[in-house]
């Protein structure tokens, strides 16, 4: 039985390093300190959980050499460790939030968090949450000094020509074919009848909690549909700063610690609020999120609309760009005509060979101008909508061109610039922060001068 597909894999390659997740049969050897990077400390079991790390997400690692996943842990740990010294600051509250998802996609895949921990070889969820939390927080750390670093490169365009003139004629990068995609969106529409069931439901169990000494935990566990929190009885952490959609930060902040608010909509669904604790700026709280259902009548409506729209296009009272201004539900696109940003490059180019296969699929055979029929999709609440796609430009695989793919090289000009820079950082921080390196690693050919020799 299959139990981890990509998702859990990439949720667990950042947390199943440091929780003792080895070959069954295998006997761990003596830990031991293999070095320190100002506050860090680096165990040569951290070395063995890193290959276990990236071989669960993929990476062939036998040519990999322990001096090498050595320097790796270095430079991380540099980067955590002068994060800290620059006062960069990364909240409990932004933590626990990606704890708190991460921990809900794995019970989700698991089946319950007595499993998780299970799996993990932990005594008990409050150690496991222990240390994910500092494994997030030492992550996010290392993410935002690098973040810092490479946000203070900037690239003009006179570099950007110099650097495609260094390039020899024979080594120019080669673009492979590309498109750009435009959507329409028409979302089904939710009655009213079928939003006030949810708010009902959600008065109610205010009401059991209040009257009744419920639980809102138990309630949160049951019903809530959020699984970054529903295994935790819907708590969350958080301050103005942490990332939550405007309406629900609005009804946070205005609550009274231990009152429950009233229910209120969100792009999520309806949610209620208990306020467990105010700690300053920050808050501790549970919540309940439910999302109306749509009927099938709705969707099919939606779908009609949609090929309603498309019968327009195609006979040319509208052009597709105008429609989707117009009528296209998807707010994200709709002002640019309808397309689609790649996420990876966010540029709007999508390179044929790395699109996402659902995309492709899609309008891998869509010819010039030609409209898709109404394709039913789901938001990422899981929510279904129908949409209809049109390709507005296609590049053929080429030689870089200056003046065609400028955009292009520029990112590749600024992401040389930004490698130097960081190694010029490394450099400077290297000198004068305490790294300390033991037994027999001090004879491995680091890139870097960890040694300081």
């Known amino acids: 039985m299959r139990i981890l597909n990509s998702r859990i894999n990439l949720i667990i390659a950042l947390s199943m390093l440091s929780f003792g997740v080895f070959a069954q049969g295998k006997k761990q050897k003596v830990d031991g300190v293999v070095a320190v990077v100002g506050d860090y400390v680096i165990l040569d079991s951290d070395i063995d959980k890193t ?226 604790k105010i700690r300053g700026q920050e808050i501790d709280l549970r919540h309940i999120v439910i999302a109306p259902k749509v009927t099938p009548e709705a969707l099919k409506e939606a779908k009609e609309k949609a090929e309603l729209i498309r019968t327009r296009i195609l006979n040319k009272e509208i052009t597709f760009a105008e429609a989707a201004r117009t009528m296209s539900d998807e707010k994200e696109t709709r002002n640019d005509g309808g397309i689609l940003t790649n996420p990876k490059t966010h540029d709007t180019r999508f390179e044929l060979t790395k699109m996402d296969p659902s995309l492709y699929s899609q309008v891998a055979n869509l010819k010039d101008n030609e409209v898709s029929l109404p394709v039913v999709d789901e938001d990422r609440t899981g929510g279904k909508f129908y949409k209809i796609m049109t390709v507005t430009n296609r590049y053929e695989e080429h030689t870089a061109d200056y ?32 790294i300390k390196i033991n037994g027999e690693y001090r004879d491995c050919a680091f890139t870097n001068n960890w040694l300081k020799k």
């Open 51 to 276: 290959y276990i790390e990236l071989s669960s997400q993929g990476v062939d690692t036998k040519d990999i050499k322990r001096c090498e996943m050595l320097g790796k842990l270095l430079e991380d740990k540099l980067y955590a460790h002068q994060a800290i010294q620059d006062s960069i600051v990364v909240t409990d509250a932004d933590v626990n939030t990606k704890l708190n998802e991460q921990i809900g996609y794995m019970v989700e895949q698991l089946g319950s968090m007595e499993k998780v921990v299970q799996y993990f070889k932990k005594t008990s969820e409050q150690d496991f949450r222990a240390e994910l939390f500092d494994i997030i927080k030492e992550n996010k750390l290392t993410a935002e000094m690098q973040k810092k670093i490479v946000d203070e490169v900037s690239i003009t365009p006179e570099e950007v020509r110099d650097f495609f003139k260094k390039i020899p004629k024979e080594e120019l990068p080669v673009f492979g074919a590309e498109m750009e995609v435009a959507q329409i969106v028409v979302k089904p529409a939710v009655s009213q009848e079928a939003k006030q069931k949810v708010i009902d439901q959600l008065k109610g169990f205010k009401k059991d909690v209040q009257e009744n000494g419920a639980s809102f935990f138990s309630k949160a566990v049951l019903y809530s549909e959020d699984p970054g929190s529903r295994s935790n009885g819907g708590f969350y952490k958080m301050d103005r700063r942490t990332q939550f959609v405007k309406e629900f930060k609005d009804v946070a902040f205005s609550l009274n610690e231990g009152e429950i608010s009233e229910p209120f909509e969100t792009e999520f669904g309806f949610h209620i609020i208990y306020l467990e």
């Open 403 to 434: 003046s065609k793919d400028y955009g292009r090289l520029k990112e590749l000009a600024l992401k040389e610039k930004q490698i130097k820079a960081i190694a010029k950082w490394s450099e400077e921080k290297i000198k004068e922060t305490y």
